[in-house]
């Protein structure tokens, strides 16, 4: 008597293969365009009003950093999916040092819109700062 081999047992290992494989490739890009998104620096542009100087600022997320008068912190920044109309935003936290009654109040604390710095205006006396990048 002849034995058969059983063909479909192979066919379903490769089908099984092609699939965990692709269900791999799908999950690491994934997870690649995510880490993209998100930053761990923050650009910022300071104006100081009074002397018309322009300072870059490049700030890690979760760090403070003094600039003259103003303690900066950025929590969390974010870069768009888009790249035709790129947005980028961030959650940015700023004290006024001069002011010594209130160590805790904020001048800003909120999200930051580089294509809109309009819609959550950063209004202090002296200084104008503006989201410029995330990466």
Not at 6 to 31: P, Q, R, T
Request: charged share 25%; aromatic share 14%; net charge neutral.
């Amino acid at each position: 008597m002849l034995s058969k081999k059983n063909i479909l047992a192979g066919k379903n290992k490769v089908n099984l293969f092609l699939f965990s494989f692709v269900i791999y490739f799908v999950l690491v890009i994934n997870c690649v365009s995510e880490q993209k998104l998100e930053g761990t620096f923050t650009d910022l542009k300071i104006l100081d009003k009074i002397s018309s100087k322009n300072t870059l600022v490049k700030i890690k997320n979760g760090e403070i950093f003094v600039f003259n008068d103003l303690s900066i912190k950025s929590l969390k920044c974010r870069n768009s999916e888009f790249d035709d109309n790129p947005e980028i935003t961030a959650y940015i936290q700023v004290k006024d040092l001069t002011d010594k009654n209130n160590d805790e109040v904020f001048v800003f604390n909120g999200w930051m819109f580089s294509s809109s710095p309009s819609i959550t205006p950063f209004d202090h006396s002296v200084y104008d700062v503006w989201l410029v990048s995330c990466y």
